[in-house]
């Protein structure tokens, strides 16, 4: 079994849902079926993809069940998270209820677990926001910030009571701002033991800059978003 991620699906199946990609440049053209391919190509039934964010384009629920029923066709056991374009997202519990099943589990507040052999891995998150320090943050955007910090540490605090052997961290924003600096979501993410965080939302050759990648205090962080994967899942290595 393997764990791998992917971000920024942003699907658009949906009837009456017209949102074409490619205007985003290249790497964008007829990317679902591109991903298609190469995730058949790579992803197993028994492995775990990690979604980190912006599934699909849909405004209201019923707008993303085509989006939802494509993922859930593609081979592997999917961890969803939302991003800030998944507005149709309500309620994890309702989610879960309406379409969760064995391969597609819809997170928020709580922890994926997954086995590979004796090792228990818990897959902790949330959507994140943007940190202090970027230009233009606001006293609103710090309310946002403030809820995301508290519904990661559920999270995470529910894949330690777990006992879990590993947690990997998941974000949809990057975990700080644009100077790289140390931020609440940092912080967790180290004061939990996280080895790999893996988090989306950057596209463009410009805006990759600005995400933090590498080991920073002890964690690995991964953009995933699929552009940068150019369409590929890629294995969160353990």
Avoid at 25 to 50: N, T
Avoid at 102 to 129: D, H, P, S, Y
């Amino acid at each position: 079994m393997k764990i791998l991620a992917i971000g920024d699906l942003h699907l658009s199946f949906g009837q009456g849902v017209e949102k074409p990609m490619d205007i985003f440049g290249e790497l964008w053209q007829d990317h679902a079926e591109r991903l298609k391919e190469q995730w058949l190509a790579s992803v197993k039934p028994e492995d775990v993809v990690i979604i980190c964010g912006d599934l699909s384009w849909g405004l209201k629920l019923a707008e993303a069940e085509a989006d939802f029923e494509w993922l859930r066709a593609l081979p592997g056991r999917k961890a969803v998270f939302k991003g800030n374009h998944d507005l149709w997202w309500q309620s994890a519990g309702k989610l879960n209820r309406l379409y969760g099943d064995e391969n597609l589990v819809f997170v928020q507040n709580t922890a994926f677990l997954a086995c590979m052999g004796e090792k228990k891995i818990a897959i902790c998150g949330t959507r994140g926001w943007l940190c202090p320090g970027e230009d233009m943050f606001s006293e609103a955007d710090r309310k946002i910030y403030e809820r995301e910090l508290g519904r990661l540490r559920l999270s995470l605090a529910e894949g330690k009571a777990a006992g879990a052997d590993e947690i990997i961290g998941v974000l949809h924003f990057p975990p700080t701002n644009d100077k790289l600096e140390r931020s609440g979501f940092t912080q967790l993410m180290s004061e939990y033991g996280v080895r790999t965080c893996v988090y989306g939302h950057l596209h463009g050759e410009e805006a990759f800059k600005k995400g933090l990648r590498g080991i920073y205090d002890n964690v690995r962080y991964e953009l995933v978003s699929l552009d940068y994967l150019r369409g590929c899942p890629k294995e969160v290595k353990l």
